[in-house]
């Protein structure tokens, strides 16, 4: 049960002891722990959204980011730049197929995210804790094939967040961009 606590306490109040929580979370029961967290997280937002302010922007989805050809990336992004200390660019990673590396689940949606946040969508404070979450755990050190087979569990929540962000989907975001 402490586990289960470190682990909604990092969720729900600001991610600030996600790194410590992170070694925690190893039980498969923590699995289930985790999604129904970011469950709460995403329905706190929703019952928060009525606050007058409309979200800005839009938003997409990794594949937008990744393949769509002729995207060029926000100012101050460059695709060929090291995606932290993973030995691979921020394109690479997104050409990567994640076959279940946690490492590349977050990092597909956390380029995506920090790419909509940087064309100008808004962002919850319940997104924003998790880019800031993720940049924090991959500053860290971690790197590719250190999440496989079920690991890194908070992480993996941490994707469902940012995909349901970068789909249009989450209470109090922007709703995904018009194609033209």
């Known amino acids: 049960m402490a586990r289960d606590g470190a682990l909604l306490f ?40 009525d606050c007058g302010c409309p979200p800005k922007g839009c938003v997409r989805t990794q594949g937008y980011w ?9 100012s101050g992004f460059d695709r060929n730049a090291p995606f932290f200390s993973s030995g691979l660019s921020w394109q690479q990673v997104m050409d ?9 689940i977050l990092a597909h ?32 050190g971690v790197t590719l094939g250190q999440c496989m087979a079920g690991g890194c569990l908070l992480q993996r929540a941490w994707a469902g967040v940012l995909d349901t962000y970068n789909n249009g989907n989450y209470p109090g975001a922007p709703k995904h961009c018009d194609e033209t």
Do not use: H
């Not at 990567?96 to 590349?104: F, I, Q």
């Open 109 to 140: 949606q956390y380029v995506a995210a920090v790419m909509n946040r940087a064309a100008g969508a808004s962002a919850p404070s319940g997104v924003q804790s998790v880019i800031n979450g993720a940049t924090t755990w991959f500053n860290s």
């Open 10 to 49: 990092a969720l729900l109040f600001g991610l600030a002891g996600a790194a410590a929580a992170q070694g925690q979370v190893m039980a498969a029961k923590s699995a289930v722990l985790a999604d129904a967290c970011a469950q709460l997280v995403m329905q706190a937002e929703a019952e928060q959204a």
């Open 66 to 74: 990744s393949n769509k050809p002729g995207v060029t990336w926000p």
């Open 96 to 104: 990567r197929p994640t076959r279940g590396d946690a490492y590349l």
